[in-house]
């Protein structure tokens, strides 16, 4: 059975499209699991880590008036951390995260495991919010790369 990279890369090989990723609270690890895949160079082009918040402006295209407005975990700049990286990687798919890892960092309105993912193609740019709940720093980094990796896959196998 295939793993959900290679089905993913499958997808991209097949719609002849290309991805890439700007990540901050996985850290890359997206960008990992869809290079591991033996041939992924002919599809993946690359990622950011943009951890702190002056990469994501730098290099991800993320405002700065969003940052002021709605913080680095929020909808609107992991909207713009995909759309800027589609734009800087040159890709037709760019998947994104902002999160709390923790076990620092939550407020009252961001609690520990809040993540939004999002993903920009040439149709639009979307988000997803999720709370992963009871895991540790790296089960839930890991999840959030599983999420965003099935998501992608998804959006892929709808009919074009």
Request: glycine letters at 12%.
């Amino acid at each position: 059975m295939a793993s959900l990279e290679q089905k993913l890369g499958e997808l991209l090989l097949r719609k002849e499209l290309t991805i890439g990723t700007v990540e901050s609270a996985t850290g890359g690890l997206i960008a990992a699991r869809i290079i591991s895949v033996v041939g992924a160079s002919s599809y993946c082009k690359g990622g950011i880590i943009a951890y702190h918040n002056e990469v994501k402006m730098r290099l991800a295209g993320v405002k700065y008036a969003t940052l002021l407005a709605y913080g680095a975990v929020s909808p609107q700049v992991a909207e713009e951390m995909a759309a800027g990286g589609r734009r800087a990687l040159g890709v037709d798919i760019c998947l994104s995260d902002t999160g709390i890892a923790g076990p620092g960092g939550a407020t009252e309105d961001k609690p520990v495991g809040l993540y939004y993912i999002g993903l920009a193609t040439p149709d639009g740019v979307w988000t997803r919010k999720f709370v992963f709940k009871g895991k540790n720093r790296q089960q839930t980094r890991e999840t959030a790369v599983t999420a965003a990796l099935e998501w992608a896959a998804e959006i892929l196998s709808q009919p074009t």
